[in-house]
């Protein structure tokens, strides 16, 4: 039997059975979080593509300088992100998690955003709207993460977290599309500099209207209590949040996901430097996003699967491994088409074998009741070490040259990757075959950390 | 907690959902779409626009000023000239559509959008005497500046980019310039050598727009970093840009060559409306602020070296206005429903 994990709904699994054999790995709710990130990014996405646009002709505005904002929007981000995954491992009355409605707040908030740009039209203010928005992707980030993981068989979460990028990432990708086809079918994008808006209140109304869609589906389809969830009666208190970090297993994830985020150079100037060093022709730039995003898309779920069954620690090393091989090959002398597709292409398998890969890692180090909370201090450290770098990247930048900057960020990411690679060397293997004996849950209890090599307590997938 | 619903009764939900929102979006695109037919019908008391031949050598008469035409009708977008001594006057359409426009010695630059399957993409198209197509090139975002040397032998442009970032705030120009004799394109005037007070500069955010021509050589141009904004010399043989002066925006260089009208960030102004006119003497880098009090988003031209023409937002999108460039007199309205002005004679 499942300790922590044993599931309402199904019987265990035979640990006989090798996981990734079956395709019907993948709950309906992950699939339905699916949807809802799918249908929320089309909408997002559909804002995003025709903000600049819509700036400069529609409200004959300058949107250089816009992005000043991002320092500040990053940090708030970041403890939105942790208060989130704090909320969401409360208990409500019926000593049920609250996952659901503050993921619910966060989508809700993010909805409630599009009609506003409807009304707002000066910079400060639609600032002031995205920033709101984001505000609502950080609360839901940690909530949904962990009913993914909740939902899902331990053996398998490397690709229900795979399927649900996967959907995300479509979503993202089908927003532009979306947003020129509205603007197509409104009679625009009116070239008017000023004056002339309708074919962008188009947009943000067909945007609005996707969104509350989506937080429909989320209400509708996705269950308030998941199957993995514990009916425990304690309800985590803050300073519980800090005792998170006893926990070997995810002390050591999330020193190696900040040791490896302050060394991932951000996107945007991963793209300048391709643009540079690759000689890209000019009107070919914008597409370099939807190249990673596309790349992403594909892998996800069969670099998911595959974190399954080699672990996943193994393949979030691996995917900086491939990040370390793209930079390689942007300070190789290589150029032309080909070497950008090569670049896309391990740009995206990064993403693919670190961005769910790494969720579907910290929910084996986290016991279930703290499974918000847990997810959140990873993804938030991480986010907060790339934020970190692109800062001393850009100071870099100004005081040796893009190239430089790159050559020393490659050195720096590689010596990373073997310092992680040490760091989780003995950890227990987080496959459903062969994984070490657990020892009990001791949230919250000020005892000491287990020896070096103890394996993760609680919901490790133990067959006892 | 309220009781679970049944399967049927959630799809059932969803689909209402779907139904009302869909109906919701589409008349949002269908309102938009009659809007939008709208600006196609004349408007009773717009400018007066008729079809003709428009030319980019100076008529017999005397000068002539060609603009993108903004009253809305057939016309709307579409390249219009009038005499310059009654700019208010009837409008000659030549037929071909600009956002943005500049011509001089009978070379125009023409900035225009072309619907592609998927999403919209840009060209700059050099232009001869008689508005026929000569070159294009690929631009990879929104149009914003253009200008062609005094001699017509260079030609330069300025286009927004933005990434598909997640609620991207992410934006850079890319400014280019073309000699139309051997079109010999500088795809990208970031790659120019920047130095900054004396000394060699590299960073991440170097940005380059609103090019304005000295000679077939040298140029001026605002290159932005680290949050501020300056003026730079370009040199195109050497291929460098040297900081002079800062917070100054969409440079244009008068006749003489004496003085820079600009744009000027003026601390204390609302973000909304962050720039005033000014003329910047490079004798002595004096400044001096212009008599339009108004937020000013253009590139100005000079109609000669003792006035500025510039746009400002009007009913139609944008008006023509003029203010005398030493500081005195007043801003007065030319023209009505037009935007990207030029002399081509």
Known sequence: MYVAESRSS??????????????????????????????????????????????????????????????????????????????????????????????????????????????????????????????GKGLRTAPRDAMISLATEPAHRGRAFGVHRAMDTAGALIGPLAAFLVLRLAGGPLLADGGQRHGYDAVFTVSACVAVLGV??????????????????????????????????????????????????????????????????????????????????????????????LGRRRLFLAGHGALLLAYGLLLSPLGGLPAVVCVLVLHGAFYASTDGVLAAAAADAVPAEQRGAGLALVGTGQALARFGCSLAFGALWSAVGGTAALGWSAAALAGCVLAAAFVLRDAPRDTASGTPIAGTPTVGTPTAPGASGTAPPSDSEVPS | MTPPLQGRTRVLILLVAVVLLGAVGTGAVLHAADNSTRTKQAQPGAPVVTPGPVSLRPPAGGRQLVFRNMAWGPHLDELVSVPADQPDGPRTSSGVQCLRFYAAAGTGICLRAERGALQDTYRAVVLDDHLRELKSFPAAGIPTRSRVSPSGHLAAWTVFVSGDSYAGTDFSTRSSIVDVRDWNLRENLETFAVIKDGKPYQASDVNVWGVTFADDNTFYATVATGGRTHLVRGDLAARTLTTLHENVECPSLSPDGTRIAYKKRVPGLSEDSPWR????????????????????????????????????????GADLWTVPADGGGLAERVLEAAVAPAYPG
């Open chain 1, 10 to 135: 199904k019987a265990p699994v035979d640990p006989a059975l090798r996981p990734g054999r079956r395709a019907a790995a993948v709950p309906g709710t992950v699939l339905a979080l699916g949807t809802v990130s799918l249908v929320t990014d089309i909408s997002s996405e559909m804002v995003s593509a025709v903000l600049p646009l819509y700036l400069l002709t529609g409200l004959g505005l300058s949107p250089l300088g816009f992005g000043l904002l991002d320092g500040i929007q990053n940090g708030f981000s970041a403890l939105v992100r942790l208060a989130g995954g704090h909320l969401a491992d409360r208990r409500g009355a019926d000593g049920a998690s609250r996952h659901k409605a503050v993921a619910v707040a966060g989508y809700g908030l993010s909805a409630l955003c599009k009609p506003l740009l409807l009304l707002v039209h000066t910079v400060p203010l639609i600032g002031a709207v995205i920033a709101v928005d984001r505000t």
């Open chain 1, 216 to 309: 429909l589906v989320l209400l509708l389809f996705v269950p308030n209590r998941q199957p993995g969830e514990t009916a425990t009666a304690t309800a985590p208190r803050l300073r519980d949040g800090l005792a998170l970090l006893r926990l070997p297993g995810l002390r050591r994830l999330t020193f190696c996901a900040v040791l490896l985020g302050l060394t991932t150079v951000s996107d945007s100037f991963l793209y300048l430097l391709v643009q540079r060093r690759l000689g890209l022709a000019t009107d070919l730039f914008p597409l370099l996003p939807l190249g990673t995003a596309a790349g992403f898309l594909l892998l996800a779920v069969p670099l998911g699967a595959l974190a399954d069954r």
């Open chain 2, 277 to 316: 006119l000014y003329v910047l003497d490079l004798a002595t880098m004096t400044e001096t602020a212009t008599a339009e009090q108004r937020n000013v988003d253009d590139q100005a031209v000079w109609v000669d070296d003792a006035t500025l023409l510039y746009a400002l937002p009007g009913d139609f």
